[in-house]
Structure formats: C-alpha cells, structure tokens
C-alpha cells in the first residue's frame, strides 16, 4: 500500500464507523464523541454523514428540537448555511412521536436566515399532518405562497395531505383542483381524505376519473369505500384490476379485499382472499371474524377465533367484541366468560365496545345480574350500552325494570335515545303486558323525541296491543302505517288471534301473509293450531291439503349446544353428528333415570 492511499484508506474507514453508528442503535452516551468526530474528521460539508447525524439526533429523546438545530448549525459552520440537512431534521422529526419538535426547527431556521428550499415546506406540512395541526400548516401554506413555492408539486400534494386529514375537505378539494399537474399521491390524497371523513361517494367518483396509476395506497383507500357503501360490483372490478395488472397480493392490500368483501357480504369470496394470503397478521383475521359476525354466521365467528388462537396471535379489541356478540347470538356463555376472563387477565381497558359487547352477552345469554354488575362497571357509557341492557331485559320479561332504566338514561344529559332505544323499551312493554306505557312511549318518540317510527315500532306496538287482546286496536294501526305491514307483523297478529281465539280476524291476516310468503310453513302450521284450538277439525284438514297442494314442507326445527367452548347445532331427525352414538347412549341414561 502506498503512503498517498494510507490516508484515504483512512478517511474511508472512518467514514464507515460513523455511518454504522449513526444508522444502527447507538448509546445516547457517544453523542459527544460522535459530534468531536464529525468536527475532526472532516465530514462537516459531507450531506452522506450530515443526513443520518440529523435523523441520530432527532430519534433521541436526551436532543431537544433546539440542542439538535445548535448542533447541526455549529458543525455546518458555514456563513451561509444550506438548509438540507436542517430538512432531514425536520423529515425524522416529522417521523417520531415528536412531529412538533420539526415546526420549532423551522422556525429556528427562519430565525437564523437559513431559506428554506422546496424540500423544506413538503417535510414540515407532513409534520403538521402527523399531530393535526391545521393553524400551523394554514401559516405554512402562507409561507409557500410568499416564497413562490405554492405551485410546486410536492408543496401542492403535502397540503392536500395536511387538509385532508384535518377535515377541512373543501379546501383539500379547491386546493385539488387548482392544481395543474397532478400525480398519484395528489390524487390519492385527495380519496383518502375523502374515506376519512366518511364521503365514501366522493372518493368512489374521484378514482373513477384519476389519470394516474393507482398505487396500493389507492386501492386500498378504494376497497374501503366500496365495503362502507356495499359496493360489490365496484369492489369485484378492482380487485378484477389488480388481477390484470399481476398487482402482488401483500398483506395490506390482501386485509382490504378480505375487509370489502365481508361488508359487502361476500363471504365466499372473503375466505377465498382470506386464504390466499401468505400471511396474515391480526388485521386479517379482525376483518373475517367481524365480517362473519357482521354476516350472521357466528358459529362460524368462533370456530375461526379458535383457528386464529393456534396461530399464536393475541385478540384486539375489536376482535373480542365480535367473539362476545356472535356468542350473544348463539347464547355461548362459556365462550363469552373466557372472553370476560381474557380481558381481566391482560389487564384491557374497557372501553365502551368491549363493555357493551360483555353487557349484550350477558343479557341474551339469559345472565342478568352479570349483565347488570358489567353495565355499572362500565366508565363510560354510550346510547348502545343503555339499548344493550334495555333490550336484554325486555326478551327476558323484565318490562318495568328496563322502564327503569330507560328513565334512568333519559335523565343523561349527554345520552339521548335514538330509533334502537325505542325498539328496545316497546318490545319490553310488550313483553310485560305494559299496554299503557307502550302507548305512552311511542307517542314520546314523534312529539318530544323528533323520531320517525319504523315499521319495527310499529311491529311492536301492534304485537304489544296482540298480546293484551287489543286485536282490533292493533288492525287499525296497521291500516294506518305509512309503510306495507311486513310479514313479521302479520304474524304477529296471526299470534295473538291464536292467543286469544279470535278466528274472526284469521281469514283477513291470512291472506296478506300466503299473499307475502306462499311457501312459509310456518303460517299453515299456526292456522292449523288456531283451527284445533277453537276445534275446527274440518278447516285443519283443509290446511293440511292445501299445504299439501302447493308442495309446502315444514322447515325441522333445530337448537344449538355449546359444549367446552364449541356451539354445535342440531336438526330435528339428524343423524351424522360424530358423536350420535354417545350422544342416544346419554339421552337414553337420562330418558331411563
């Protein structure tokens, strides 16, 4: 080796020690030695060194915004500094829990005379969009225009970002289209915006006339808004799109097609993606669990929760809220205390999902008191928490306690009952022969609480009036409903006919239900049990031949078990369980005890 080489050879080695201690974790302790180093060495101008120093001080806590800007000054001492590596400051502050600490580099910047380039306001609005601080990025957006920057790209893109995720969505917009190019990100930022603030329409007629090629960014955003919307058709031609392209199936974009198609109950496709997936982390296994809820296959829900357990992942919140509401429907309550268990042990917060979720559990599982001590458990309380409680009380017979109840939220300044609340406390006072108080509430619900019924409160009202043998009443009202009686509600006038031997009434209630579901067995079934109760044996028998006539089978019925955390479902006559052997040989034992 030869003396000139030595030197430079030196140089190199160098400069290779600091970037590997300015790239990898380092001890605070050596920022000392590090900053003597630079200073010696000779990398004081060298942007390769300076760049990861400003990330290195920026990334730990001992720098303040003001130490790391005196110390990038002092070690440039240049008379005129240039601001690139006072931007990468601003860039990794931007990236750390501390997005301010990049607004007071800026400042100091200004301050000392150091002109910010093009690259400079791009790095500080995306700090502002990091802790949305929309008064900050408004004086930044001033400052763009003093300096002539406004109509830089990166400039325009970074303050669509920066309105957008601060809702101010009409400016993002205006700011949109004043632009006069426009690349990927302008217009990604502008559809993000959008699905943020729940304008999914919006976003939708934006990607359908965008000029640029859609990155995963934008598809994703896309495949959100057409989940919220219930836009299959839509979903399925992005998805067709993606295949076109060869677009790699990755993780976020596989999570959002699983998440699209199970709101848009599509859940045959949804596993489908679901299963393609090369891996599958907790997002993945959040958007098949909730959208099997979401779809009524709660079975299903939890026999996947089980699958997802083998995998090692930990539940999140959202996940164990669709766990409890799917063992609501199921009434799994072995299923749902481990759930309750599980959140004890981790020490999870009870936010108002979980202890809703918990309270509903309890309740359709016929567990009042527990869904009772969970609701005053809870810290904090929203309308779906008082509906939870309210309406498990009421398909429990507990009219007046959950009349209390209902008093007790109205009396919650901060709790107003909407439409499910009123569903919830007519359904109680039918339940309890409450005939008064039901007539009371749902006249409350127009003239003090400015609701609109549905036709689900007037389903209860004309069950409620049914049930007291108020059958005339109940007709009336029917008649007067804004909307066509549903067969639900017919059903239940067929009900209490049944109830109260009114056979008069049978012959106008039936012809609107053959006339809805001609095929419903359910509707003969309950003819014929009116016509055997008031010993009409010769209607029976025509009941049973027109049922006949038209090829009408009664559904088998069924129930559901659950068995060490498993819900297994039975069909009357079945015989391909597993464990029928065991199963007759029990019921036998319990048939001879």
């Known amino acids: ?95 750390t829990r501390r997005p301010q600490a990049a607004l007071a580099v800026y400042t100091s910047m200004a301050r000392d005379g150091i002109r910010p380039d093009r690259y400079t306001l791009p790095v500080a609005l995306k700090s502002c969009a990091r802790f949305l601080g929309l008064g900050e990025g408004r004086q930044l957006h001033c400052a763009a225009i003093k300096m002539g920057f406004l109509r830089r790209l990166h400039v325009e893109n970074a303050l669509v970002h920066l309105y957008g995720v601060c809702g101010e969505y009409s400016c993002a917009g205006h700011l949109f289209d004043e632009m006069r190019v426009r690349d990927v990100v302008s217009w990604t930022g502008l559809i993000s ?12 007629e934006l990607f359908g006339v965008m000029d640029a090629e859609p990155n995963v960014a934008t598809l994703v955003n896309v495949l959100m808004a057409c989940g919220r919307l219930g836009s299959a058709e839509l979903g399925r031609g992005v998805h067709g799109l993606m295949v076109k392209r060869e677009t790699e199936l990755g993780l976020i974009v596989g999570n959002a097609l699983v998440d699209m198609y199970a709101k848009c109950e599509l859940l045959d496709e949804a596993k489908l993606v679901f299963e393609e997936l090369r891996e599958r982390d907790i997002v993945s296994w959040t ?26 992942l930990e539940p999140d919140k959202v996940i164990l809220s669709s766990i409890l509401s799917a063992c609501a429907s199921l009434g799994a309550l072995d299923c749902g205390r481990w759930v309750h268990e599980y959140v004890e042990h981790k020490g999870i917060e009870w936010d108002v999902h979980i202890g809703t979720s918990m309270v509903d559990m309890y309740a359709k599982c016929g567990c009042l008191d527990l869904a009772i001590s969970t609701f005053h458990r809870m810290p904090c309380k929203n309308v779906s928490s008082w509906n939870a409680l309210i309406g498990g009380l009421a398909i429990h017979g507990f009219g007046k306690e959950a009349l209390r109840y209902f008093d007790g939220m109205v009396s919650d300044v901060a709790i107003r009952p ?54 005339e009443e109940a007709y009336d009202l029917i008649k007067v409903m804004p909307t066509r009686a549903d067969v639900f509600i017919w059903g239940s006038m067929l009900s209490a006919c049944k ?21 419903n067995s359910g509707v003969y079934v309950l003819l014929s049990n009116i016509y055997a109760i008031n010993d009409r044996w010769g209607d029976v028998t025509k009941v049973r031949l027109l049922m006949r006539e038209k090829g009408v089978q009664k559904e088998p019925g069924s129930s559901v078990i659950e068995v060490n955390g498993m819900a297994h479902e039975f069909l009357v006559g079945m015989s391909d369980h597993p464990q029928m052997e065991e199963i007759w040989l029990v019921l036998s034992w319990f048939s001879a005890g």
């Open 1 to 95: 080796m030869n003396a000139a080489s030595s030197p430079h050879r030196a140089h190199s080695l160098i400069k290779e020690a600091l970037l590997a201690l300015l790239t990898k974790p380092t001890n605070p302790s050596f920022f000392p030695e590090l900053q003597a180093l630079i200073l010696t060495s000779g990398f004081a101008q060298d942007p390769s060194i300076l760049l990861p120093f400003a990330q290195y001080l920026a990334n730990f806590s001992f720098s303040s915004s003001s130490s790391s800007y005196k110390t990038l000054l002092q070690i440039r001492h240049l008379h005129h500094p240039s601001p690139f590596p006072f931007n990468s400051l601003i860039a990794s502050y931007a990236h």
């Open 193 to 204: 915006a959008y699905v943020k603030g729940g304008f999914f329409g919006r976003a939708l």
């Open 287 to 312: 958007s098949i669990i909730s959208g099997l809820v979401q779809c009524k296959h709660p079975k299903e829900a939890i026999e996947m929760f089980h699958a997802m357990q083998e995998t090692g």
């Open 418 to 471: 909407n439409e499910v609340t009123f569903i919830a406390i007519l359904s109680a006072c039918s339940h309890s022969g409450l005939v008064k108080e039901g007539r009371r509430l749902f006249a409350s619900m127009t003239e003090f609480y400015k609701l609109t019924p549905s036709i689900e409160h007037y389903g209860c009202m004309v069950d409620l009036l049914g049930r007291a043998g108020l059958i």
């Open 499 to 519: 109830a109260h031997g009114n056979v008069d009434f049978t012959q106008k209630i039936l012809g609107h239900l053959l006339e809805m579901e001609p095929s």
